[in-house]
């Protein structure tokens, strides 16, 4: 007996097998979103916590004029821009303050008024290093367990 022709009357596949497409086709989207959320988190860094970072080998000024300048000036006299940083320069408000404390106010940060928290950025070394240097600015002498300040 020969094969029946196509019928042009059939059903259409049920309805069943439609829902599946649409729910597989979105769970890829949601996949795809995902991954690239983690890929480019990744690769600005957010991902990072703190104690992560490797040290970079810059000296404590190199540090501050690639991180810090920009809003605190390039000597320390204080920023000019609209994100103004307090000056460390004999006489600014943060000429004062002791190598310890300055190592524990960069880590934290006051994220609120404009002042990132560095441990979430570089290295707790680099950190000892920049403050260091920021002691120099202040006319201070620079905490001796430090190397590569200036
Ligand atoms: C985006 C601008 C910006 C950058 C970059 C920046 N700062 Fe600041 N920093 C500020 C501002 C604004 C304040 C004042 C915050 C406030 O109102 O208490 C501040 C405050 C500080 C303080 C005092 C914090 C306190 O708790 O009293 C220290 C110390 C400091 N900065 C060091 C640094 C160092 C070192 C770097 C580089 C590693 C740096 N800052 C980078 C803007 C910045």
Redesign the pocket.
């Given at each position: 007996m020969p094969a029946a022709p196509p019928d042009p009357f059939a059903e259409p596949p049920p309805r069943r097998f439609r829902a599946l497409t649409i729910v597989a086709a979105a769970l890829g989207g949601v996949v795809l979103v995902l991954a690239l959320t983690i890929g480019v988190g990744y690769l600005r860094g957010a991902n990072d916590l703190p104690g992560r970072h490797v040290a970079t080998g810059r000296t404590g000024a190199e540090?501050?004029a690639?991180?810090?300048?920009?809003?605190?000036g390039r000597n320390g006299e204080g920023?000019s821009l609209s994100?103004?940083?307090?000056a460390?320069a004999p006489g600014g408000?943060?000429a004062g303050?002791t190598f310890e404390?300055?190592v524990?106010?960069?880590g934290?940060?006051?994220p609120l008024?404009?002042?990132?928290g560095?441990k979430f950025?570089?290295s707790a070394d680099?950190?000892r290093k920049?403050?260091a240097?920021?002691q120099i600015l202040s006319g201070q002498q620079p905490d001796p367990s430090v190397e590569d300040v200036p």
């Amino acid at each position: 007996m020969p094969a029946a022709p196509p019928d042009p009357f059939a059903e259409p596949p049920p309805r069943r097998f439609r829902a599946l497409t649409i729910v597989a086709a979105a769970l890829g989207g949601v996949v795809l979103v995902l991954a690239l959320t983690i890929g480019v988190g990744y690769l600005r860094g957010a991902n990072d916590l703190p104690g992560r970072h490797v040290a970079t080998g810059r000296t404590g000024a190199e540090i501050y004029a690639k991180n810090c300048a920009g809003c605190h000036g390039r000597n320390g006299e204080g920023g000019s821009l609209s994100i103004k940083g307090p000056a460390f320069a004999p006489g600014g408000p943060l000429a004062g303050l002791t190598f310890e404390q300055r190592v524990e106010k960069i880590g934290r940060g006051r994220p609120l008024a404009g002042m990132p928290g560095w441990k979430f950025r570089i290295s707790a070394d680099d950190i000892r290093k920049v403050a260091a240097y920021t002691q120099i600015l202040s006319g201070q002498q620079p905490d001796p367990s430090v190397e590569d300040v200036p």
